[in-house]
């Protein structure tokens, strides 16, 4: 199934080999067209964060580490980097997804995008009570999507773009907290894809996160689902 974007880059550290060679599994099961985009890890993040400070770095907002610090860094290049190419659309999927494997039911989506978009938050981290009848539904009716997979048209793009120059931020803070109302992001009704990764404390699969784990088991009691249908 081929993507309807321009570009869509795997966003991975090389320190990482694991959850490179889990995430290619996954988008190779899917038959997607996505690229590498593989980081090191820079010494001097943590440097800057730890000298200026998570206020100064952010006006309040969390880049308290080197680790929040370089993925700005490296969404923000992806981002700016088509902008500056011309392209229409790119995306971004980091390494701790997973995906629904029913192709049908995504065509079915990405065949059916608002005409209107400009950011589409694809990952999803917990359900809503208030997903509305349609296919894609605009952010401010849902609940704690998750920023591991989402695409941008030019106008979406533009918007990150700014937002990070104007104030160096955690790159999901401008898709959670949406300043423009020209913008609009939607997030798909069904849960087409997770924020995952089994092999950590954090995943929301875990038992050893007990508020996760109710996001999660919510989320496939809503809708009907399981673990064996995500890859």
Known sequence: MKLPFDEVYLLNLCEREDKYNRMRERI????????????????????????????????????????????????????????????????????????????????????????????????????????????????????????????????GMKYMIDKIEQCYQPIDEPLYHLTNPDINIYVPKFPLSLCLEDSLDSDIRNINNNLSTKFIHNLYKQFNINNEEYI
């Open 28 to 155: 190779d099961y899917m038959g997607w067209d996505v690229k590498d985009f593989r980081v090191v890890k820079h010494p001097i993040s943590d440097i800057i964060v730890n000298n200026l400070g998570r206020n100064l770095m952010g006006y309040g907002y969390c880049i308290n580490n080197g680790g929040v610090f370089n993925c700005t860094r490296e969404e923000y290049t992806i981002i700016k980097s088509a902008y500056l190419r011309g392209l229409n659309t790119v995306g971004i999927i980091e390494d701790d997804c997973s995906f629904y494997k029913d192709s049908s039911i995504w065509e079915e989506y990405l065949n059916n995008l608002p005409k209107d978009w400009d950011i589409l938050r694809i990952n999803c981290l917990r359900g809503s009570d208030n997903l509305g009848d349609n296919y894609w539904n605009i952010q401010p009716n849902c609940k704690y999507y998750g920023t591991g997979f989402y695409v941008l048209n030019r106008n």
